[in-house]
């Protein structure tokens, strides 16, 4: 039985991971930045690799981190459908569903 408990912590999850992926977004945003700078400006060899590294780790944690939402966004819906299904109502339940909102919205979206 899936109780509103239950669907909170489920949206709680979905929530984090969002904020993840959009931290690692702007994180591989702000590498990418800082790696064209210093190739502009003619960075030491060894700085520039070690920067180049730093990048490809970031860019590394976009497509697990967008697995682990999407895992986490078919949870959350399977348990709202059940939820609307025995007729419960609440703001638990409203958030669950403007999460899920947001989530599918970054999917309807192309990766980065």
Do not use: W
């Not at 819906?77 to 919205?105: C, F, H, N, P, Y």
Request: glycine content about 4%.
């Amino acid at each position: 039985m899936t109780t509103l408990k239950t669907l909170k912590i489920k949206t709680g999850t979905c929530k984090r991971v969002l904020k993840e992926l959009h931290s690692y977004e702007k994180e591989v945003d702000r590498e990418a930045a800082k790696t064209a700078n210093m190739k502009e400006k003619g960075a030491d060899p060894y700085d520039l690799k070690q920067q180049e590294n730093v990048l490809a780790e970031s860019r590394m944690m976009l497509p697990d981190c967008r697995k682990r939402l999407e895992a986490a966004l078919i949870d959350l819906q399977g348990m709202l459908a059940e939820l609307e299904q025995s007729g419960q109502e609440g703001d638990e339940i409203r958030e669950a569903k403007t999460v899920v909102k947001d989530a599918e919205a970054l999917f309807e979206t192309p990766a980065s």
